[in-house]
């Protein structure tokens, strides 16, 4: 994974682009160079949110990062990935709740930042619908936790969290406490047997307020800000407890409403403004009450605008925390010709609000020691409440960073902040020096182990090159045992750092040889939880091998490339003789992550590390947990890509077939590629493809003929 400063470098990077509209014409190679990063970035934060709920990045650094990648995509796009963030709706599920398939996809929003992108977004859907005249409904995008509700026979039955847009976590109790939400609803007097409505969970500013008085008065720790308080109420395992939250719920759209045939009757329903009102009708709490009320209805882009300016200038009237304006084609027949792509409705588009700022003091600056060396440069704040969060911490990227910013400690410098987690110091405020201030100097020793640090060519990280630094050697203990890699439970990061100071753990393999009597002596443990303790360690040997792939570490290898050299392998020690060339032949390795690779399982100290977890009885072997469950192994050996609009299936469909007959999905056209698949309007991969002998074109009839050779 890229240590933190390169990811903070890339977030600025993408973020001054984005801003000056450069990606529209971003060059080739320049693409080539900046996707892969960003697609890794984004995955590992999809991670730490969706599975960890533990975000470490703020959401509208989230949709830079997201946006320049979609962006660049769309250039490009011969050089899609399949495992890129924009060709799935984000992953990841709470393992507290039962789980339950939507009725139809929670997709995410794609984002607007400012005027140009709302114009250029209806230019796009005009050109979708053959159109100039379309109508828009005008909502406040509201700061919460994503809910879908589905009612039966008008009672509800079931509320779930959005969780990965296909699934969620069934949270019923939960819901029922929620008091704007109605145990009943007579949908049947409008032919509705069977409806899914979505909305937003949301604690109102007062509310929140005084629920923080609250917890001062009883010496308690203060909640951080309104989202992720509702987020966590939802999740709450005792539903009594939930009531304490003063939840409310805004629903804002019908998903899809089923007569008793299972006709749907949506379409019935005309506008997106007209199913909002009949919600409202019905007990619903809703944006707005009444279908024109407050011009929510626009009849141009121009109109759109002008709301937004005025919602912006009068964002902090509203009750509740909004952070955008969400814009949709009012007519659902419109939305139907649009459609959508696997992550959002083309239909709709959220204009994003601009960061909050405050302004407060540098009190200094620490520099912490990545798994890879990385050295990432922290700034401390004295403590400020910036959009309902008390903020002490920024991270300022890179040295690079510190000058460009000219950043002294004790300067007074101007913090912005839109989600909940990271904030960003914009600028220092120069003027208000008295002369007391000392200018930041990046160390040329590591913090940890006092190496020396260095720079590679074309990076921007400082990096401390000795592996057996302390400060290392603990975030890869951490990195190993964390859920997306060998997730031994137990072994947290809190615990991780309290056994390597304690010497309980100095290597990888000595969580395999603890001393769990000692341990038990600890203040904080007894017999049961060493028990759970050694029983989760003995159960991470069964892992899958992919598993252990990703613990390890290696730098740039995640979970598809790890899925990419299980392809090749029964067992990890094949890896010690394989080469570069060798590995760059596998699909979507390249020679960076190839010579990562190699200078890994070639290094005398990985080698041992891997002597001493076969040892310890960690599993080394792939197996069939390792292997995908197949329809049939039609496609078996076949490489496949998609190119132009496909009218048989969607892409994520094309995907499910190919990998579920054997085949796989490349990002590019090269001559590892055995078939494109051809839709309309076929552009720069087909171009490609032609060029190329050994890659035969199909339409979409000649695939699924393939795929369903009896039909």
Not at 6 to 25: D, H
Request: proline share 4%; hydrophobic share 35%; charged share 30%.
């Amino acid at each position: 994974m890229f240590s933190q400063d390169q990811q903070n470098s890339l977030l600025q990077q993408t973020k001054e682009l984005l801003k000056n509209s450069q990606l529209k014409a971003i060059e080739k190679a320049e693409a080539e160079n900046i996707l892969p990063q960003l697609r890794q970035v984004l995955n590992f934060h999809d991670w730490l949110y969706y599975v960890l709920s533990e975000p470490q990045i703020e959401d509208i650094d989230y949709d830079y990062l997201f946006d320049a990648l979609k962006i660049s995509e769309e250039r490009f796009p011969e050089l899609i990935s399949p495992d890129s963030p924009t060709q799935r709706v984000a992953r990841g599920l709470s393992e507290d709740f039962p789980t339950v398939s939507h009725l139809v996809p929670m997709l995410s929003l794609q984002k607007a930042y400012n005027n140009e992108d709302l114009r250029d977004w209806e230019t796009s859907i005009k050109k979708l619908i053959q159109q100039e005249e379309v109508e828009y409904a005008i909502e406040p995008k509201y700061d919460g936790a994503s809910l879908s509700l589905i009612y039966e026979n008008d009672f509800l039955v079931r509320g779930a969290t959005r969780g990965n847009g296909t699934t969620g976590d069934d949270i019923t109790n939960n819901v029922k406490t929620i008091p704007t939400v109605p145990l009943s609803a007579p949908f049947s007097k409008y032919g509705i047997h069977r409806i899914e409505v979505r909305g937003e969970v949301v604690i109102s500013k007062q509310k929140f307020e005084q629920m923080n008085k609250e917890k001062e008065a009883a010496g308690e720790k203060l909640y951080s800000n309104s989202r992720n308080t509702a987020s966590g109420a939802l999740r709450q395992k005792d539903s009594s407890k939930v009531m304490d939250k003063k939840l409310e719920a805004f629903v804002y759209q019908v998903g899809v409403a089923m007569n008793e045939a299972g006709n749907d009757l949506a379409k019935q329903v005309v506008s997106h403004s007209k199913g909002v009102q009949m919600l409202y009708d019905l007990g619903f709490k809703t944006p707005y009450k009444d279908e024109k009320e407050d011009n929510h209805i626009c009849q141009s882009m121009d109109e759109v605008i002008a709301f937004c300016d005025r919602l912006r200038e009068t964002r902090d009237d509203y009750d509740y925390e909004i952070d955008g304006i969400v814009i949709k084609i009012n007519s659902l027949e419109l939305q139907e010709l649009c459609g959508a792509t696997s992550h959002h409705p083309r239909w709709a588009i959220a204009l994003k609000f601009d960061a909050r700022q405050a302004v407060t003091t540098l009190e200094n600056v620490e520099f912490q020691v990545g798994r890879t060396g990385a050295i990432t440069p922290v700034a401390k704040l004295a403590t400020v409440n910036l959009a309902g969060a008390n903020i002490s911490n920024a991270s300022l990227h890179n040295e690079e960073f510190i000058k460009e910013k000219d950043l002294h400690i004790g300067d007074q410098v101007i913090v912005e902040r839109a989600g909940d987690v990271i904030p960003y110091i914009v600028q220092v405020i120069p003027e208000k020096r008295d002369g007391s201030q000392v200018p930041v100097t990046f160390p040329e020793n590591c913090p940890s182990c006092q190496e020396k640090v260095e720079k590679t060519e074309g990076e921007a990280v400082w990096r401390c090159v000795n592996t057996d630094c302390p400060a290392q050697v603990e975030e890869r203990l951490i990195h190993y045992v964390s859920k997306g890699a060998m997730d031994i439970r137990g072994l947290g990061r809190d615990i991780i750092k309290r056994f390597f100071k304690d010497g309980f753990i100095q290597r990888i393999p000595d969580i395999y040889h603890l001393d769990y009597a000692k341990i038990q002596e600890l203040e904080g443990w007894g017999e049961r939880s060493v028990a759970k303790l050694k029983e989760s360690i003995e159960a991470s040997k069964d892992q899958p091998l992919s598993k252990l792939i990703i613990g390890l570490g290696i730098r740039e290898v995640g979970r598809g490339t790890a899925r990419n050299l299980l392809e090749a392998i029964q067992s990890l020690e094949e890896l010690q003789n394989w080469t570069v060339e060798q590995l760059i032949e596998l699909p979507d390795i390249g020679p960076k992550v190839a010579a990562n690779i190699v200078e890994f399982f070639q290094n005398e100290k990985s080698q041992q590390l891997l002597a001493d977890l076969k040892a310890a009885g960690v599993n080394m072997k792939k197996r069939a947990v390792d292997q995908p469950k197949l329809d049939s192994n039609l496609l078996a050996g076949k490489t496949f890509l998609f190119t132009g609009t496909l009218q048989q299936f969607t892409r994520n469909d094309a995907k499910k077939m190919v990998e579920s007959n054997g085949g796989k999905i490349l990002s590019a056209v090269s001559k590892k590629l055995n078939y494109l698949v051809v839709g309309e309007k076929a552009g720069s991969k087909l171009k490609k493809a032609e060029k190329i002998e050994t890659v035969s074109i199909l339409t979409e009839e000649e695939f699924l003929a393939m795929v369903n050779p009896a039909t």
